[in-house]
Each structure stands twice: as structure tokens, then as C-alpha cells.
């Protein structure tokens, strides 16, 4: 299975904790599983798009994300941006470069996606670069002014992990970074800035 295609039924629920749903996928050709994490709670679109647009506040939501920069910001909201993860002793850390875009979802909804481009810049001394990363955030509003989040995302760590400890670790990272995301977005004293050249591409109520 293709991470991008799955559907409802390739989903195995794994555990639910803190109203948040964690659910793996086989994925063709690899030892390791694809996740998906799943939040719903009382925020605005608008609020979503500027806190993942706030990349500088990143490291005070996604999951043992230990530096990131914005590489190349492109046309039709697609962006370049470098990420160094924290990992585990005696491994290296881990670092990727992902292709990020914004696009529409479904009939009323917003997804960020995520690819790897391991080549765009050379590995930083001292880290091992993953090359293989691919997936996408959705934003569905429901009633009473609730979305329905979606993390949805598959990673080779590397040879060097074995398989069954990267499976066992991926568990954390959607429920740490929903969990994160969930408190940075209901936090009123964070206030990101809305980025008006979305309005370019996809129309945002101001709710």
C-alpha cells in the first residue's frame, strides 16, 4: 500500500489516548509502518494555516524536532524546509529535507502535504539524512466550529535502526505532535500571523 492512497479500511486502530487516535498501515516494500494520528477539537482553518506557517515555532509542538529551516519558499505556497530530529542514543541524529505544499481537501477541507528531497542540500557532519519521507496533514470542519485533524505520514529512519524499534517509536510521534499542536492552537496567548497570500491560491473564512 501507498501511504497517499490509502484508504479508510488499510488503517489499523493501535490506541487512543487523550481523545487522540493512532491507527499503522503496512506500506509496500518496507519493514516499517505508516501512521496516522487523528484530534479533533474547536479551532478555525485560518488559525490552523498560521500556526504552520509560524515554522519558528515548530520546535514547541512536533515531536523531538530539534532545529528546523525554511530552505526555499517557491510559488503556489510550496516551501523547502530542512528538519533535524532528535534520536535516541547510540543512533545519529536524524535530519530530512521535505517539499511542503498546501492544497484543498475533500469538499470543504485544506491539506498540507510532505515529501522528501534528500538531495536538495548535502547531509549536515554528524547526522544521518533520511531519505525516504512522505505524507500530509487534513483539516476537515465538522460541526460547532470543530476540525478534524489528520496526520498522516511514513518515514524510513534508516538501516540502522532495526525495524521493530522505528515501528514501536513511530506510535509517539503522532500522538506527541497532535497533542502538541492541540495546545499551541488553544493557547490565546499565541498568536501567529495569518498569511495573507493564501487568499492567492485557497479561500479561507475568517472564522
Known amino acids: 500500500m501507498d501511504i497517499e492512497g490509502a484508504r479508510e479500511s488499510d488503517w489499523e486502530f493501535r490506541v487512543e489516548h487523550k481523545d487522540i487516535f493512532v491507527y499503522s498501515a503496512k506500506i509496500r516494500d518496507s519493514h516499517i509502518l505508516g501512521f496516522k494520528g487523528v484530534v479533533e477539537f474547536p479551532v478555525s482553518l485560518r488559525r490552523l ?58 469538499d470543504n477541507g485544506i491539506a498540507v502535504t510532505m515529501k522528501s528531497d534528500p538531495d536538495y ?63 499551541l492552537a488553544c493557547d490565546r496567548v499565541y498568536n501567529p500571523p495569518y498569511p495573507e497570500e493564501v487568499n492567492e491560491y485557497i479561500s479561507i473564512g475568517e472564522g
Do not use: C
Open 49 to 106: 494555516i498560521s500556526l504552520f506557517h509560524d515554522t519558528e515555532n515548530y520546535i514547541r509542538w512536533i515531536h523531538q524536532l530539534s532545529s528546523i529551516e525554511v530552505l526555499e519558499k517557491g510559488e503556489n505556497l510550496e516551501y523547502v524546509i530542512y528538519q533535524a530530529i532528535n534520536t535516541p542514543w547510540p543512533f545519529p541524529k536524524r535530519e530530512m529535507v521535505v517539499r511542503t505544499g498546501l492544497d484543498t481537501e475533500g
Open 121 to 183: 542540500i548535502p547531509a549536515r557532519p554528524g547526522n544521518y539524512r533520511i531519505r525516504e519521507t512522505y505524507g500530509r496533514w487534513v483539516f476537515e470542519p465538522k460541526e460547532n466550529d470543530v476540525v478534524r485533524i489528520s496526520f498522516i505520514m511514513y518515514v524510513d529512519p534508516g538501516n540502522d535502526i532495526p525495524p521493530p524499534m522505528s515501528n514501536t517509536a513511530m506510535f509517539e510521534v503522532p500522538f506527541y505532535t497532535l497533542q502538541g499542536l492541540r495546545n
